[in-house]
Structure formats: structure tokens, C-alpha cells
Nanobody, 126 residues
Framework: QVQLVESGGGLVQAGGSLRLSCAAS????????MGWFRQAPGKEREFVAR??????????YYADSVRGRFTISRDNAKNTVYLQMNSLKPEDTAVYYC?????????????????WGQGTQVTVSS
């Protein structure tokens, strides 16, 4: 049974940083694409970042709104994926979810991911 557990959320002032972690179990972690999504109150869940296996390399992709500020990384030995968030803005406030896809490739579409964590709240004050 695949389980994803996020941690690291919290309250931070605008301009600050947070690092989210997602610990995975129940799947050979290194073989599967991982993504981060977020959902703000009253809004749909949106793609934030993903790490996929393409052309024999792990590659990362970001939403335009976070590119240059957020970094997704993974430690396959620890079965953990991270989201380093810098220069946070109030509009980054949301519940952040990590997700695992059933293959090494996935786009930013949420329906391509088959397992999800419970989410962690990130609140950025102005």
C-alpha cells in the first residue's frame, strides 16, 4: 500500500522560506514521477512542480507562478521528495499535496497521479 506523508508546512511572512517534505512508502520510489500540487480556498487544485524520469535523467518542471522561487528535489535513498519554497508570497497560501504517478513520466495533470498525501497547510502573511 502506497503512503505519502507531507510535513513542513506552517505560517511564514512574505519573503520567507519553507521546505516541505513528502515521505513515501509502499512503492519503489525511484521509479516513479512525483509531483507537488496546491489548493487555495475556493480554488481548484493546481500543479506546482514535478520530477519525472525522461531520457535517462530526472527532470524537473514548474508552474510559471513558482518558477525561480520553488525547487523540487528527491532523495531516493530516503524515499523522500522535497519542495523548497523561497521568496514566498501571500498568493502561495494553500494546502500543498504531494503525489506519486504510476510511471516515471507524468505531466502537470492531477489525474495522472494515483496516490496522494493528506496535505500540509502553508500560510504566507503579508
Amino acid at each position: 500500500q502506497v503512503q505519502l506523508v507531507e510535513s513542513g508546512g506552517g505560517l511564514v511572512q512574505a519573503g520567507g522560506s519553507l521546505r516541505l517534505s513528502c515521505a513515501a512508502s509502499g512503492r519503489t520510489f525511484r521509479d516513479y514521477a512525483m509531483g507537488w500540487f496546491r489548493q487555495a480556498p475556493g480554488k481548484e487544485r493546481e500543479f506546482v512542480a514535478r520530477a519525472v524520469f525522461s531520457w535517462s535523467h530526472w527532470r524537473t518542471y514548474y508552474a510559471d507562478s513558482v518558477r525561480g522561487r520553488f525547487t523540487i528535489s528527491r532523495d531516493n535513498a530516503k524515499n523522500t521528495v522535497y519542495l523548497q519554497m523561497n521568496s514566498l508570497k501571500p498568493e502561495d497560501t494553500a494546502v500543498y499535496y504531494c503525489a506519486s504517478a504510476p510511471t516515471g513520466l507524468a505531466t502537470g495533470e492531477a489525474n495522472e497521479y494515483d496516490h496522494w498525501g493528506q496535505g500540509t497547510q502553508v500560510t504566507v502573511s503579508s
